[in-house]
C-alpha cells in the first residue's frame, strides 16, 4: 500500500470513529474505546484540523491525493452500424 493510500485509509477510519463518538454523546450511548498510540495524533490533532479547514481547501487536498476518489467515467465506445 502506498503512503497516500496509508494516509487516506487511516484518516477514514480515525474520521469514522471521530463521527461515532460524536454520535454515541448526541444519544447517551456507550462511547467507544479511547484512543492510544498513533491514534491518539488523529483524533486530538487530525479531526479537528479537518473539521476546521474550509471546503475548497478540504476538496482540493482530496483531489490531489491519488485513490479511488479520482477515478473518472471511461468515454463510452461509439456505435458502429446498426443496433439490431
Same mark, same amino acid.
Request: aromatic fraction near 10%.
Given at each position: 500500500?502506498?503512503? =497516500?493510500?496509508?494516509?487516506?485509509?487511516?484518516?477514514? *477510519?480515525?474520521?469514522? #470513529? =471521530?463521527?461515532?463518538?460524536?454520535? =454515541?454523546?448526541?444519544h447517551?450511548?456507550?462511547?467507544?474505546?479511547?484512543?492510544?498510540?498513533? =491514534?491518539?495524533?488523529?483524533? *486530538?490533532?487530525?479531526?479537528p #484540523?479537518?473539521? +476546521?479547514?474550509?471546503? +475548497?481547501?478540504?476538496? +482540493?487536498?482530496?483531489?490531489?491525493?491519488?485513490?479511488?476518489?479520482?477515478? #473518472?467515467?471511461? #468515454?463510452?465506445?461509439?456505435? +458502429?452500424?446498426?443496433?439490431?
Open positions: 500500500m502506498g503512503f =497516500a493510500r496509508w494516509v487516506r485509509a487511516v484518516s477514514e *477510519k480515525q474520521l469514522l #470513529t =471521530a463521527a461515532q463518538v460524536q454520535v =454515541a454523546r448526541r447517551g450511548t456507550p462511547l467507544p474505546p479511547p484512543p492510544r498510540g498513533v =491514534a491518539l495524533f488523529w483524533q *486530538k490533532i487530525y479531526v #484540523t479537518y473539521h +476546521k479547514l474550509p471546503w +475548497k481547501l478540504r476538496s +482540493k487536498v482530496m483531489l490531489a491525493m491519488p485513490g479511488s476518489h479520482r477515478q #473518472t467515467w471511461h #468515454t463510452p465506445d461509439q456505435a +458502429k452500424g446498426p443496433a439490431v
